[in-house]
Each structure stands twice: as structure tokens, then as C-alpha cells.
T-cell receptor, first 111, second 113 residues
């Protein structure tokens, strides 16, 4: 099985930088995804990491360390619209494309 | 426009009734998934299908059933055997390439009283 941990809630100020951490334990790692979900809406894809290192995509970056079972999502120049839940999801090597999701981190951006 | 549709957005049922949630995609994806989301619980996998006419149980399949007769469609039936059916249900699809993300539908909020 898999175990994925994320902080439940975080707060930050508009214009700031925030880092959302995700730790995981899995018998066979095969990729990590980050999704953003606004309340009552569908999750939307943000990033994918399968090799160690940093993936940058505009204001969002995601980092992975497979040896430490650790990832983070970095959000820069925070905007009010970034207030949402951020979901970390891990794929294992079972041969299927299923994901196991963490419980999500609710980020509140204040003015 | 390609995407995933789920209908209806809100659904109300009486306890003891079966209810079927629809999910349709025109992304030409082979794989489809059903998740349930409860407050503070994250997404939990109910059923998934890698290919037409085949599907597998996820982590919380008890009280649910699915079919995959067409590539585009993956309906979920919530049966009266599901003890706590009130939840937000999300359908997703993806290609079977490992690096490809799952695309989600808008969700159906089911309330059973």
C-alpha cells in the first residue's frame, strides 16, 4: 500500500511564496502528480515528477527526491485565486495507471 | 471541445434507492476512474477501467457497481448496500501512458436522505 502525508492547512499573503510539502511511502514509485482543486470543482493538473529534481512551470514549480520519498510544490507571486486545495498523488509500479491521493492541503491566500 | 462530462451536478435520493451517475468522455482515453471525495478525506478510488469491457475494484468498491460497454462511457451505480452514499463523486480519464495525467469531470454531489 501507499501512505501520503501533506499538511492540512496553510496560510500565506498575496505576493508571497509558499511551499507545500508531500511525503510518501510506497513499495514501488512510478511518478508523483500535483493537482489544484477549488471548492466544489474538479481537480486540475499542475505538475508531474518522475525523476529527481525541479520542474518549473510559470509561477508553479515542483520538486522530487525519490530517495527521501519527498516532494514539494512551490507557488510564487501568490494571487487570491490561488486559494484552493492542493492534492499530492502517487503512482506505483503495479502496472496500472491508478493514483493514490493525499488528503490535500488547503491554502488560504490573504490580502 | 474535448472533455469529460458528468450529470447531473446535484442529485438527491431517498435511502434504499439505487442511483446511477453518468460519466462521458470524448478524449479518446482508454482508462477511466471513479473517485469519491468526503470532507477531509481526499480522493478515494472506487472503480477503474483500463479498457472497454474490463474494470477493477479500487480501494472502496463495496456498495458500488460499474460497467464499461463503450470507450466513452463509464457509469457508476450507487446501490442501497452503500452505507454512507452522500458524497462528491468525481469521474476521471487518462491515456494508458504512465506520464499522462488524469483529467477530471466537474463532479456530481449526491445527497441521500
Amino acid at each position: 500500500g501507499q501512505n501520503i502525508d501533506q499538511p492540512t492547512e496553510m496560510t500565506a499573503t498575496e505576493g508571497a511564496i509558499v511551499q507545500i510539502n508531500c511525503t510518501y511511502q510506497t513499495s514501488g514509485f512510478n511518478g508523483l502528480f500535483w493537482y489544484q482543486q477549488h471548492a466544489g470543482e474538479a481537480p486540475t493538473f499542475l505538475s508531474y515528477n518522475v525523476l529527481d529534481g525541479l520542474e518549473e512551470k510559470g509561477r508553479f514549480s515542483s520538486f522530487l527526491s525519490r530517495s527521501k520519498g519527498y516532494s514539494y510544490l512551490l507557488l510564487k507571486e501568490l494571487q487570491m485565486k490561488d486559494s484552493a486545495s492542493y492534492l499530492c498523488a502517487v503512482r506505483d509500479t503495479s502496472g496500472y495507471s491508478t493514483l493514490t491521493f493525499g488528503k490535500g492541503t488547503m491554502l488560504l491566500v490573504s490580502p | 471541445d474535448g472533455g469529460i462530462t458528468q450529470s447531473p451536478k446535484y442529485l438527491f435520493r431517498k435511502e434504499g434507492q439505487n442511483v446511477t451517475l453518468s460519466c462521458e468522455q470524448n478524449l479518446n482515453h482508454d482508462a477511466m476512474y471513479w473517485y469519491r471525495q468526503d470532507p477531509g478525506q481526499g480522493l478515494r478510488l472506487i472503480y477503474y477501467s483500463q479498457i472497454v469491457n474490463d474494470f477493477q475494484k479500487g480501494d472502496i468498491a463495496e456498495g458500488y457497481s460499474v460497467s464499461r460497454e463503450k470507450k466513452e462511457s463509464f457509469p457508476l451505480t450507487v446501490t442501497s448496500a452503500q452505507k454512507n452514499p452522500t458524497a462528491f463523486y468525481l469521474c476521471a480519464s487518462s491515456s494508458n501512458s504512465l506520464g499522462d495525467e488524469q483529467y477530471f469531470g466537474p463532479g456530481t454531489r449526491l445527497t441521500v436522505t
